[in-house]
């Protein structure tokens, strides 16, 4: 036993050496379930201020973020972990800025390492908190699935009882990337092996190799025994989070009821997964417009500012003309989300912090300029407009603002200024030609400065277009649609081609669709062909087809879906989150590819020209 320990010790201190700084825990055993002192020892000449704090994350993918203490030469600080956590990931910062986050790559802290298997499973931890690292603490680990086969590759070889934890699943989604047919194999023996064990956790890693080989009959069949055999466990909690989800008009006797079940049969007390209801009720609390049960709740709910944001943005109208039916509650509701996220600011690091600003200013501006106080839009627009923030319409809502406080020439400057050194929208360009036969300027110099506009913007969208797909030529597919006849998108050759990737579960994209159907009657006598491409569905493909059939019968909606039901066309055109929409041009090149259909009718209409 005194070898393993050794060579444990010299493993976890091996690995500090290696850092810039250093942060390790105070007492060399870790307590769990409760407070845990960690030491902090600065690299050479990074200097440590009385607000500087440590942002943690752990390997229950949870944050948090904890005052430095001085102590001596070094840094105290104290963190009350989930009980299964297994890996810290810490860097230090001062409100957003980062002070010490060891040269990206964060500062790892080994928590559980009594024995070699525990070890073996606390360093496959670290290579899963990749991507959570990443985004929360804006580290830059390597999450290229080579990169990460290759670490757990080399961590089975000296540990190899790995190859039956729960980490070997998540090996083996990493390798789909590479070779999906090799890991969907080796997923089926896994599975093999987990079924064995009779446990709910294995039970579940075998429901999810089934679900990578889309074994929907051994998927379905497993679930029913797992439900039978743990009726309160973790894959019926899931169910019922999922009936919940999919209940229409919740109210707040019901979703009360649900946080009591959670909390009581299926013993749920994390916020996350409380917060799924919470999120629900305070939806329902603003959609009452009873602020103050809103604000009684934000502590339990997951992320109360984006909420406030959210509903504000919906009843401004999303544009500037549209009226405000109660103004009073709009504008206190998206006040708050300002307020809110400052708060937070000060109190931990917030990755997000700069993207969310801009939103929720965007919002308050279109606000304060519908209430008529044109200085203080102007003002909150401007300085979305100063960090870069703008999306295609929040330039038009600037320009807008911008008239009613600043001269025209002025307006004029920002205009000719935008449209030759960035993208602009169409409407944008047409503002400025406005502007020119208004003032009576020559408009040949317009016309070099559309010419312009149009090479930006077309070169902005190969780029893209370029980086994503490798090519502006789409790949060529084959699916079925809801009659079951195929569709092939080479069968639309010379045709104006919308590409429009959804799911059944996806918030955003059914927010999308009112605009969609638009389009879709604007061009129904047009060269024009819609595709909506469902995908990335967890269902059997008779269930989906039942699901999209009902959802297009009660919102009247006339799409033409064909089904991905393989997730292979998703995959090869990249995708990466949706509802991505997708431009094919008449000469067969992708023209657009993005998240926002907003300015997809002035693309439709350049291509009808």
């Not at 985004?135 to 080579?146: G, H, N, T």
């Not at 605009?515 to 006598?525: H, I, P, T």
Request: proline share 2%.
């Amino acid at each position: 036993m005194k070898k393993i320990y050794i060579l444990l010790f010299f493993a976890v201190v091996s690995n500090l050496f290696s850092q810039n700084g250093k942060i390790y825990l105070k007492n060399p055993k870790f307590k769990i379930g409760a407070e845990n002192t960690y030491v902090y020892e600065p690299a050479q000449g990074i200097v440590i201020k009385e607000n500087y704090k440590a942002s943690i994350i752990d390997s229950y993918y949870d944050s948090q973020t904890q005052k430095l203490v001085k102590k001596g030469k070094n840094y105290e600080f104290t963190a009350k972990v989930a009980d299964s956590a297994r890996t810290l990931i810490v860097m230090i910062t001062n409100a957003q800025e980062i002070i010490d986050n060891n040269k990206d790559q964060g500062y790892v802290v080994y928590l559980k390492t009594q024995n070699a298997s525990e070890l073996g499973k606390t360093l496959a931890s670290e290579i899963a908190m990749g991507n959570f690292a990443n985004y929360f603490l804006k580290l830059k680990i390597d999450l290229k699935p080579e990169a990460q086969v290759a670490a757990y590759e080399k961590l089975f070889e000296k540990y190899p009882d790995l190859k039956s934890d729960k980490s070997y699943m998540s090996y083996l989604y990493q390798k789909s990337q590479i070779n999906k047919e090799e890991s969907n194999k080796e997923a089926l023996v896994f599975a093999e092996k987990c079924l064995k064990k009779n446990t709910e956790e294995d039970d579940m890693l075998a429901n999810d190799a089934y679900s990578m080989n889309r074994m929907s009959d051994e998927k379905a069949k497993l679930e029913k025994e797992i439900l039978t055999k743990y009726p309160s466990g973790k894959l019926a909690k899931n169910q019922f989070i999922n009936r919940f989800f999919a209940k229409k008009d919740k109210t707040e006797d019901y979703i009360l009821k649900c946080i009591d079940t959670c909390k009581t049969k299926y013993k749920e007390e994390s916020k996350g997964t409380l917060g799924i209801f919470y999120n629900s009720l305070m939806n329902q609390y603003l959609t009452d417009k009873d602020f103050e049960k809103a604000q009684k709740i934000e502590s339990k709910v997951n992320d109360p500012a984006g909420i406030y944001n959210d509903f504000a943005w919906g009843l401004t109208g999303e544009d500037l003309t549209s009226p405000i039916k109660d103004m009073d509650f709009t504008s206190k509701i998206s006040k708050r989300s300002l307020n809110l996220l400052e708060e937070n600011a000060k109190e931990s690091f917030n990755p997000q912090y700069q993207f969310q600003f801009n939103m929720y200013a965007d919002t308050y501006a279109l606000i304060l300029y519908k209430q008529g106080n044109y200085e203080e839009a102007f003002k909150y627009q401007d300085s979305v407009r100063k960090a870069n923030g703008f999306d295609a319409g929040g330039k038009e809502r600037y320009v807008a603002m911008m008239e009613k406080v600043k001269s025209k020439n002025e307006v004029r400057t920002y205009l000719e200024n935008e449209i030759s050194t960035n993208t602009v929208t169409p409407a944008l360009v047409s503002k400025l030609k406005e502007i020119y036969i208004a003032e009576n300027l020559p408009l040949a110099d317009f016309e070099k400065l559309k010419a312009k506009a149009d090479q930006l913007n077309e070169e902005e969208r190969n780029k893209k277009i370029i980086e994503q797909f490798g090519g502006k030529t789409p790949t060529d597919f084959a699916l079925k649609n809801i009659e079951g006849k195929e569709v092939k998108l080479s069968d639309y050759r010379g045709k104006i081609v919308v590409l429009d990737f959804w799911a059944t579960w996806c918030g955003p994209c059914k927010a999308s669709f009112p605009k969609m159907q638009e389009l879709v009657n604007k061009y129904k006598d047009k060269d024009v062909t819609f595709l909506f491409i469902n995908t990335w569905e967890n269902k059997k493909d008779d269930e989906v087809l039942k699901n999209v059939k009902d959802y297009l019968t009660e919102k009247k909606y006339t799409f033409n879906v064909v089904f991905d039901s393989k997730s292979e066309v998703v995959t090869n055109y990249k995708i990466q989150g949706i509802p991505t929409s997708i431009l094919i041009g008449k000469d067969g090149n992708i023209l657009f590819a993005g998240h926002s259909n907003s300015n997809l009718g002035e693309l439709i209409d350049a291509q009808l020209k």
